[in-house]
């Protein structure tokens, strides 16, 4: 298995259509100390009993005061979200767990990733455009963002994990070639997430969907016809 960058985007949330400005090469970030960048959006969801619910902070989780608060701010508040980029790192990448298998026996795939300075200073910059733009909207309350350390996939929004199997031009850095066909193995195509050697500030899921399209025609116009590479290393 070849040990390949793995990246993952991760949403952090703050306290009302998605705003590019600081998206990747959208902006300026030299001097900056770091690369990438993400879009804001709101989260308007409806209304939903627990998502939606949103009290100011120090709000009780429960009893007469909680019951107030969400009655008063109940449809009143408007959450406002950032989803950055994540670049790939050699410290992240999967490998063979040694002590975990399947009901089979076959040792099972182990992730081993955490967030990079590069993470920390975007999301601390982006985190601050969302806070100004808060304070420009004239909030009653604006909630305590919440920015951590270390990766936790049970905190926060979703996160797009992407890698493992990235795509490239040389065998040698890379799992795949352009139409997601393994180097090593030519009649097995790997489609997803996985193929992405960067996870850009954008939700990945139409990307996934044309890079599908792109290897299925591939396959159904090149290698059925031919069985074989389609890109000679």
Wanted: hydrophobic share 35%.
């Amino acid at each position: 298995m070849r040990r390949c960058g793995l990246a993952t985007g991760a949403h952090s949330y703050l306290f009302a259509r998605p705003l590019a400005g600081h998206q990747g090469d959208n902006f300026d970030n030299s001097g900056l100390g770091f690369l990438g960048g993400g879009f804001l959006a709101p989260t308007v969801s409806g209304g939903r009993p627990i998502q939606v619910r949103a009290v100011p902070p120090g709000t009780p989780r429960w009893g007469s005061a909680w019951k107030e608060a969400t009655a008063r701010w109940y449809n009143h508040t408007f959450p406002l979200y950032f989803h950055g980029s994540n670049y790939a790192h050699r410290a992240n990448y999967l490998d063979l767990d040694p002590n975990y298998k399947d009901a089979i026996g076959r040792l099972l795939v182990r992730m081993t990733y955490n967030l990079k300075p590069n993470d920390h200073k975007m999301a601390v910059y982006i985190m601050g455009k969302t806070m100004e733009i808060a304070r420009a909207a004239n909030a009653k309350v604006i909630g305590n963002p919440l920015l951590r350390n270390n990766f936790d996939a049970t905190i926060g929004g979703s996160s797009h994990h992407t890698g493992g199997a990235i795509m490239g031009t040389d065998p040698k850095t890379s799992v795949l070639n352009r139409y997601l066909q393994s180097w090593d193995v030519s009649n097995l195509f790997v489609m997803g997430g996985a193929a992405f050697p960067q996870n850009a500030g954008h939700n990945p899921t139409g990307t996934i969907a044309a890079l599908t399209y792109w290897s299925a025609r591939a396959i159904t116009s090149q290698y059925i016809k031919s069985p074989g590479p389609l890109v000679r290393a």
